[in-house]
């Protein structure tokens, strides 16, 4: 599955009932970032390409096993705003949350990469 038509690589993989996820990014249809500048929205909408992208394996938010959620970020508290914004989202999966200089996309903030599984234990 492609994070949209052109995508230059594969969005997931999946093997033996787990789904690894490339890091999902804050874009639309057409492969450009949502609401540069903004770290909320650009965060929200993240959340909603990865659930899309866990859909179309078989999972979702109940399945999440670890996220890992990436935010361009000189100051904790744009990390904690970000946080607020996708937590109630991923549910209580293990996550680590990171801030880093830059992101692949011009204008991107934000970026969730997944493990979920496609079982019930």
């Known amino acids: 599955m492609g994070l949209y038509p052109g995508a230059p690589y594969e969005y997931l993989a999946s093997a033996n009932g787990l789904v690894f996820t490339a890091g999902a990014c804050p874009l639309d249809e057409d492969g450009h970032v949502v609401e540069p500048g903004d770290l909320e929205a650009q965060a929200v909408r993240t959340v909603e390409n990865l659930f ?39 549910g209580r999966a293990p996550s680590t949350l990171l801030g880093v200089s830059m992101l692949g996309y011009p204008d991107q903030l934000v970026e969730i990469e997944a493990i979920a599984t496609t079982r019930s234990d």
């Open 52 to 90: 899309t992208a866990l859909r179309a394996a078989g999972a979702g938010a109940d399945e999440l096993l670890k996220t890992t959620v990436y935010v361009v970020a000189n100051d904790r508290a744009d990390l904690v705003r970000v946080w607020n914004a996708v937590a109630g989202r991923l």
